[in-house]
């Protein structure tokens, strides 16, 4: 009988970010007591916050077939064991992290390993990617990756596999959270409900990689999937949806089901969810005690050139207010640097935030991505500060890189007024009021609050740095 052959799956740690941000000046791998403080932080922020695991990849892991035995490794916890005999190693590839993921392709296929390549950027970028990979997969991979696997064990592996339509999300495709070690997470519950989105930002990916259909799982797969999960991990539940109360009738009969098994959970959700009464009740009651919305703008000028024209303005700072009455705190995440905005917008901003008590302001500066409209267009108008053909320029960080030049906004009057904005908005005093007005888990909002205000520490000194370069 042939042995069995062994696939790694690989996640990769982002250079700056979530998975700890570091200065893009090298600052960290210098000595010295504030390179020690600098590493602890960045730590600390990994371990405390961002540090769950793919969901992407444990659907993969989880799909058994015969002859085949797969694992994860994930690069931001452990080394890649490249000293074991892997027949194929697969690597998550996101488009700000793609240089460094076909560095490893490229090392790896060096020393004989084949490479099987997926995820947003082999989705959006098939030709980039092609060089580094021996099997490049486009799309969503719930089903075209056991084609891969039985491919592999029988030795005709093909070059490239594209599922033909987007999975049908209704099949009950068990997740199994055991293949992970569950101590180097703060939680392995994730769990997503549907995919797609009928909005169409010009700054996301989301509705080109996943469709502009929502597509839902059942209510009773979902149920089940949250029973199982909580056998092997009783942590909270992370609802890993784009916007959770997308489908309102859809969300209460969920949520609804879920009261009974009396979890805790944090999502992302609309600001409408303010408007939707019923829905509120439900969460709250369900136990969610987070929610992540974006409300990108509230000028109205930046938010119908971007095309974010779901939910109205005005209605945005009532919405928050009743959401957070529920006893759900939220983080509210905006974009300054569109193209309505001008040098008034940081005081808007600030206002807004004061008038409505948002837990975790988070203050991003427009970031155009590579496949998004919005890139297309900014290459098109020449306000883009990299090679529109290096997409690996376009690399991800916590607001410490200027990608393009603002409409309204000269450079170095947006770096000014973005350091302002986030220097007045983040400080230790700020982070214990806003923890302690929390309406629910208080230390994890005062905890996200003073990492943020160590994270824009150090946007402001690498945006400063920049900015000799630039001006
Ligand atoms: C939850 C989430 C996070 C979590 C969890 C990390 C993670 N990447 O899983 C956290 C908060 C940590 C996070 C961090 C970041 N995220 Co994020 N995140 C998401 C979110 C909301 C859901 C991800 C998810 O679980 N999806 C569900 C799974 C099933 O889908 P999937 O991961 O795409 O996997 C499927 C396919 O892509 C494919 N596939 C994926 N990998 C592979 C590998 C192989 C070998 C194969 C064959 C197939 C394959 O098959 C899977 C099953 O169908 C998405 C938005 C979205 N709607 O997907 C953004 C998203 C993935 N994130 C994004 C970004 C930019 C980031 C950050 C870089 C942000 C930052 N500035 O630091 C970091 C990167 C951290 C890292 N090391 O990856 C972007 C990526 C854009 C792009 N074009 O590459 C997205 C799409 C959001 C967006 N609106 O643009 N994120
Ligand atoms: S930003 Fe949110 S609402 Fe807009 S297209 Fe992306 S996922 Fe949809």
């Known amino acids: 009988m ?12 982002s250079e700056s970010g979530v998975d700890g941000a570091r200065s893009l000046y090298g600052k960290a791998d210098s000595k010295g007591l504030s390179a020690w403080f600098d590493r602890s932080v960045r730590n600390m922020i990994k371990r405390t916050q961002f540090a769950i695991p793919s969901l992407g990849l444990m659907i993969l892991a989880s799909i058994e077939v015969e002859g085949i035995e797969q694992r994860i490794c994930d690069l931001r916890f452990e080394e890649l064991p490249a000293n074991e005999p892997w027949d194929l190693v697969g690597i998550s590839v996101q488009t700000g992290m793609s240089a460094k993921a076909f560095d490893l392709a490229d090392t790896l296929r060096r020393k004989g390993f084949r490479v099987a390549l997926g995820g947003a950027h082999a989705t959006l970028f098939p030709e980039s990617c092609r060089p580094h990979a021996d099997v490049l997969v486009r799309g969503e991979a719930d ?19 594209a599922p033909e339509k987007f999975p049908d999300l209704s099949i009950s495709r068990p997740v199994n959270t055991g293949l992970l070690d569950t101590k180097r997470y703060f939680t392995t519950n994730l769990v997503q409900t549907g995919r797609g989105c009928p909005y169409n930002c010009d700054f996301c990916t989301v509705h080109v990689l996943n469709g502009n259909r929502h597509r839902r799982r059942t209510v009773r797969d979902i149920v089940e999937e949250v029973r199982r999960f909580r056998e092997h991990d009783d942590r909270i539940f992370f609802f890993v949806d784009d916007s959770i109360n997308a489908s309102e009738e859809y969300a209460r009969e969920l949520f609804s089901r879920l009261i009974p098994l009396d979890i805790t959970w944090f999502g992302q959700a609309t600001t409408a969810l303010g408007n939707q009464p019923r829905l509120l009740e439900i969460f709250s009651r369900s136990g969610c005690r987070a929610l992540l919305t974006g409300i990108e703008s509230i000028e109205p000028s930046s938010r119908t050139t971007h095309r974010k024209t779901q939910n109205r303005p005005q209605d945005i700072a009532e919405s928050i207010v009743r959401i957070r009455r529920a006893g759900i705190s939220l983080y509210g995440s905006f974009i300054y640097g569109l193209d309505g905005d001008t040098l008034d917008t940081p005081a808007t901003i600030l206002d807004f935030v004061r008038q409505t008590g948002l837990d975790v302001p988070g203050i991003n500066i427009l970031r155009p991505n590579p496949g998004t409209r919005v890139f297309d267009r900014l290459r098109e108008e020449g306000r883009l500060l990299f090679d529109p053909g290096d997409l690996g320029a376009y690399r991800y960080t916590f607001g410490q890189e200027m990608l393009y030049r603002p409409k309204n906004i000269t450079l170095p009057d947006f770096i000014d007024s973005y350091s302002r904005l986030t220097s007045k908005l983040f400080t230790v005093t700020q982070s214990l009021r806003r923890g302690l007005a929390a309406p629910n888990v208080k230390p994890a909002v005062l905890l996200f609050n003073l990492f943020y205000t160590h994270l824009y520490a150090l946007s402001r000194n690498d945006l400063n740095r920049q900015r000799l370069t630039l001006c």
């Not at 042939?2 to 740690?13: D, G, T």
């Not at 089903?143 to 596999?161: F, T």
């Open 2 to 13: 042939s042995r069995m052959k062994k696939v790694l799956l690989v996640f990769l740690a």
């Open 143 to 161: 089903d075209i990756w056991s084609s891969v696997l039985r491919d592999l064990r029988d030795d005709r592996l093909k070059a490239d596999y």
